[in-house]
């Protein structure tokens, strides 16, 4: 099993920047990638940005391209979300998602979320 702690979330005004971290543990051996999502109230989930475990492959949404910047560190396991410029419709609540594949089997992990709120 993989378990997923979320960190970084608050309220910040617009323009401000926050920082949110994902540190996976458990059996993290085969992980595929790890993503970003955000959903805000009434909406639905939507990708924010992905990492590629092999190769580091980073890929965002159009709208928080040139914002935010995802980052990991392998040794522990953990991504990051460097937000800036943050903008009044970034207000979602955050959620870390992993893939991995074990015995052939793709699995989908998700963390608790964390609430972003930029304030105007």
């Known amino acids: 099993q993989v378990q997923l702690v979320e960190s970084g979330g608050g309220l910040v005004q617009a323009g401000g920047s926050l920082r949110l971290s994902c540190a996976a543990s458990g059996r993290t051996f085969s992980i595929v990638a790890m993503n970003w999502f955000r959903q805000a109230p009434g909406k639905e989930r939507e990708f924010v940005a992905a990492i590629r475990w092999s190769g580091g492959s980073i890929y965002y949404s159009d709208s928080v391209k040139g914002r935010f910047t995802m980052s990991r560190d392998n040794a522990k396991n953990t991504v990051y979300l460097q937000m800036n410029s943050l903008k009044v419709e970034d207000t979602a609540v955050y959620y870390c998602?992993?893939?991995?594949?074990?015995?052939?089997?793709?699995?989908?992990?998700w963390g608790q979320g964390t609430q972003v709120t930029v304030s105007s």
């Open positions: 998602n992993l893939n991995d594949k074990v015995r052939g089997v793709s699995y989908d992990r």
